[in-house]
């Protein structure tokens, strides 16, 4: 938590040394509207998350268990410590620097440099040198337009609210209810197997995060705010 709450500070700094404004100009006044753009972000994220890992495990002929050693007390930490990876991440990428780059820039331009630094970002996250390189591409395209997605959030409805909605539904889903992340064995563990997805179905489920998740957010983001919000 001592990690966000420097990051808070260090934006609220760098918005009032650019421009004299408060670190509210990132949206981070709850209300109605915005608790609902979370809310809605956060389930659509989870639905896709778990159509994804629940399609390949399909395709592979192997089923989730759930894990006995798993309980109340360990989920409440699991979505505590997404929550705040989710948080820490949203106020870097997505809060004063995207900002500033929108005014100076424009919401496109602004959102492919968020996008290709996110996707960077993770090489060292992931640990990712020296895996080879096409590993490392797509590394870098699944989560770069991941980071398109919540960087244009972001710039479509002038709120931290969305963005960190539609990333925390991905990784609550992905880390503490399918156990594909830094945390280990969460609720449900997927049976031990040797089998994997053939090439096309790689392709598939890589599409699937790649562009059609995306493309699907863009679009809804579009139609949904083609009007500044207030």
């Not at 809310?39 to 399909?58: D, E, K, P, R, T």
Request: some cysteine; glycine content about 8%; hydrophobic content about 55%.
């Amino acid at each position: 938590m001592l990690g966000v709450f420097v990051v808070f500070i260090l934006s609220w700094l760098v918005l009032w040394i650019v421009f004299r404004e408060h670190i509210t100009s990132l949206g981070i006044l709850p209300n109605l509207r915005r608790l609902r753009e979370f809310s809605i972000g956060l389930l659509i994220m989870a639905v896709f998350c778990a159509i994804n890992l629940l399609g390949q495990s399909y395709l592979k002929e192997v089923s989730y268990i759930r894990n006995p050693e798993y309980g109340f007390l360990e989920s409440l930490n699991g979505i505590w410590w997404t929550l705040k990876a989710a948080l820490f991440e949203e106020l870097i990428f997505r809060g004063a620097l995207l900002y500033i780059l929108i005014k100076k820039f424009g919401i496109i331009r602004a959102c492919m440099v968020s996008a290709v630094v996110f996707g960077i970002y993770h090489w060292f996250s992931y640990d990712m040198f020296g895996r080879g390189l096409v590993p490392m591409i797509y590394v870098f395209l699944v989560t770069g337009v991941g980071g398109w997605m919540f960087a244009y959030a972001f710039a479509r409805t002038q709120s931290l609210y969305a963005p960190l909605g539609l990333h925390f539904g991905w990784i609550v889903v992905s880390i503490v209810v399918f156990s594909a992340g830094p945390l280990g064995n969460s609720l449900y563990i997927i049976q031990e197997t040797d089998s994997e997805l053939n090439g096309w179905e790689q392709l598939m489920f890589f599409l699937w995060q790649a562009l059609v998740i995306p493309g699907l957010i863009t679009f809804y983001l579009n139609k949904r705010y083609s009007k500044p919000q207030t």
